[in-house]
C-alpha cells in the first residue's frame, strides 16, 4: 500500500470514520483476547472468586497479565501487600505507555486523558501508537477516536468473556488449551514495532534479562529487564544519530 495514499485517507476520515477504522484493525486481536478473558474467568474462579469478584476484578483492573499475576498469588495465600505490589509490578509498562502517547495526545482534555489512560492496554496501546507514527498529522479528535475504536473492541470483549469464562468456564475441556493466548498476543503486538536496530536491541536484551531474572519472585524480573531494555535501545539509537549526524 502507497505510504502517501494511506496517509491521505487517514487524515480524511472524520472521527467517526477514525472510529470505524480503529474497530477494524482491532478485530484480529479477538482471536487471542477472547480465549484469554474466558481463560482467566476459569482461573479465577478456580481460585475462590465468585463471578461478581471476577467481574470486578476485570472492570476495574483491565490488565490481563497482572489480573492472572494477582489471582496465582491469592491461591498461593500471600499477603494482600504482596499481591497488590506484584500486580502493580507487572501494570508499570503502562507508565512507559503513557509517556510514549503523551506527545500524540497532550492536547487532549482531562476527561479525555482519563478514559484513555483506563482503557489503555497492550493491544490498543500497539495499535494507536503505530497509527500516530504513521499519520503525524492527525487531529486530536483523529486520534482520539481512532483509539476509542481500538479500545471498545477489545476491551468490552474481555470483560463479558472473563464472565463467560466464570459461568461456563468449567464446562470447557481440559485438551483445550486456552493458555495459548498471552504469548500469541505480545508475538503479533510486538514483531511490526520491531522496524529499527535499536528497537531489535531493545527487544533483544528484554528478552535475555527476563529469562535470566526469570527465578525472582513476585514478577520482580520484569521491573529489571524492562529499563535495561529501554536503556539499551536509548543507547543504539544514541549512536545511531550521532554516526548519522
Not at 493491544?123 to 503525524?136: C, M, P, V
Not at 498476543?185 to 527487544?203: E, K
Request: charged fraction near 10%.
Amino acid at each position: 500500500m502507497d505510504a502517501d495514499g494511506a496517509s491521505a485517507r487517514a487524515l480524511a476520515r472524520s472521527p467517526a470514520g477514525a472510529f470505524r477504522h480503529g474497530v477494524v484493525q482491532s478485530l484480529p486481536f479477538l482471536v487471542v483476547i477472547l480465549p484469554f478473558a474466558t481463560l482467566f474467568g476459569v482461573v479465577a474462579t478456580e481460585a475462590g472468586l465468585d463471578i461478581a469478584q471476577v467481574l470486578g476484578f476485570s472492570v476495574l483492573v483491565l490488565a490481563g497479565a497482572s489480573q492472572f499475576t494477582a489471582v496465582q498469588l491469592l491461591s498461593d495465600h500471600a499477603p494482600t501487600i504482596i499481591v497488590i505490589l506484584s500486580a502493580l509490578a507487572v501494570n508499570l509498562r503502562m507508565a512507559m505507555y503513557s509517556a510514549s502517547l503523551l506527545p500524540w495526545l497532550r492536547d487532549a482534555s482531562a476527561p479525555q486523558k482519563a478514559w484513555v489512560a483506563y482503557a489503555l492496554i497492550d493491544q490498543s496501546y500497539a495499535l494507536s501508537i503505530q497509527h500516530y507514527e504513521r499519520h503525524q498529522a492527525l487531529s486530536v479528535p483523529q486520534r482520539l477516536a481512532y483509539f476509542a475504536g481500538t479500545a471498545t473492541v477489545l476491551c468490552l470483549p474481555w470483560i463479558v468473556f472473563t464472565w463467560v469464562g466464570a459461568t461456563v468456564g468449567q464446562a470447557i475441556p481440559e485438551e483445550i488449551a486456552l493458555d495459548f493466548a498471552m504469548p500469541i498476543t505480545f508475538l503479533a503486538m510486538i514483531a511490526p514495532m520491531l522496524r529499527t536496530p535499536a528497537h531489535l536491541a531493545a527487544c533483544f536484551v528484554a528478552i535475555v534479562a527476563a529469562l535470566a531474572f526469570a527465578g525472582l519472585p513476585s514478577g520482580l524480573g520484569l521491573l529489571i529487564a524492562a529499563p535495561l531494555g529501554m536503556a539499551t535501545g536509548a543507547v543504539v539509537e544514541a549512536r545511531a544519530e550521532g554516526r548519522g549526524a
